[in-house]
């Protein structure tokens, strides 16, 4: 028998939203292999102005969100995964990396910093 996936559209986490701030604090103090999930969606989808899913204010909220765990991983301080629940529902994750000695004392304030 075929598994099925399926989804309640627009049906709420009931967890607010995570901020740039507290995705950053939540790094700094995170041991290697930790895992946070920053959004639970479809991104492209609750990004794009066109769908008008989310209010202007908080769709602009979560896209500094995304490009912040962007930044993150590009900085090697963390991986971007996702998981997936069903159709259009992933989650998305954020996993701490082991911090470079050379890096770490200078680069996690600038980013704190740059993100409140």
Do not use: K
Not at 16 to 44: D, N
Not at 55 to 67: C, T
Not at 96 to 112: E, G, K, Q, Y
Request: hydrophobic share 50%.
């Amino acid at each position: 028998m075929p598994v099925m996936d399926t989804r309640i559209p627009d049906t709420p986490t009931g967890a607010a939203p995570l901020s740039e701030a507290a995705l950053c604090a939540w790094l700094g103090a995170a041991a290697p292999g930790e895992r946070l999930a920053y959004h639970r969606g479809f991104l492209a989808r609750d990004l794009s102005p066109l769908t008008q899913l989310l209010p202007d204010a908080e769709r602009l909220a979560l896209l500094r969100l995304a490009n912040r765990a962007w930044a993150l991983a590009e900085a090697g301080l963390a991986h971007l995964l996702q998981r997936r629940h069903g159709y259009e529902d992933y989650e998305y994750l954020l996993v701490a990396r082991p911090r470079p000695r050379r890096v770490a004392p200078s680069i996690l304030p600038a980013i704190l910093a740059e993100a409140a």
